[in-house]
T-cell receptor, first 113, second 114 residues
């Protein structure tokens, strides 16, 4: 079945540690996105990529990094520079023209301990 | 001013009533409009999308778009307890820097009481 797989579902990070969230899709979509969601709030765009080997900053990119070496994969690294990383992270994909829906993964809940 | 604003909730309606969810957006270049439903702790799922002015109906759901007023709404007829969730409005542009990225509102939480 086609879809988006995020892993892990839950992740705990120590202060000062970098962690990487995985996102893989087999929908053959060119565009992929990372969103952050805090309790009671909507989704805020961290990074997005329209094509392999290219990506753009979203609204809240500071403290995060991404790579897009393969069409299927768009991992997100939460660096130690991100001072308040505890949140629900959602990966999504869509066709790049913006005319179709975004398909979301199941999300990763990151907690700083 | 936020780029996408939704009516503040929470919204509570009795079972069988019509629930009305509203969304306004600031970017006149926006081309695509989406309504997602998100249950607590889960990822959003698309329930409606609309590109043209007017109404679009799908079962109990109707999306309404007015680009001149920069307004999009979602009506849920015959509301059921299973409709209780947070509804997110998302707006997407096609051209320039907005190409392919969605801007989400903060969501409206709907509770349907039996």
């Amino acid at each position: 079945d086609g879809g988006i797989t995020q892993s892990p579902k839950y992740l705990f990070r120590k202060e000062g540690q970098n962690v990487t969230l995985s996102c893989e899709q087999n929908l053959n979509h060119d565009a992929m996105y990372w969103y952050r969601q805090d309790p009671g709030q909507g989704l805020r765009l961290i990074y997005y990529s329209q094509i392999v080997n290219d990506f753009q900053k979203g609204d809240i990119a500071e403290g995060y990094s991404v790579s897009r070496e393969k069409k299927e994969s768009f991992p997100l690294t939460v660096t130690s520079a991100q001072k308040n990383p505890t949140a629900f992270y959602l990966c999504a994909s869509s066709t790049p023209t913006g005319s179709t829906e975004a398909f979301f993964g199941q999300g990763t809940r990151l907690t700083v301990v | 001013q936020k780029e996408v604003e939704q009516n503040s909730g929470p919204l509570s309606v009795p079972e069988g009533a019509i629930a009305s969810l509203n969304c306004t957006y600031s970017d006149r270049g926006s081309q695509s409009f989406f309504w997602y439903r998100q249950y607590s702790g889960k990822s959003p799922e698309l329930i409606m999308f609309i590109y043209s002015n007017g109404d679009k109906e799908d079962g109990r759901f109707t999306a309404q778009l007015n680009k001149a007023s920069q307004y999009v709404s979602l009506l849920i007829r015959d509301s059921q307890p299973s409709d209780s969730a947070t509804y997110l409005c998302a707006v997407r542009g096609v051209f320039n820097t907005n190409a392919g990225k969605s801007t989400f509102g903060d969501g409206t939480t709907l509770t349907v009481k039996p």
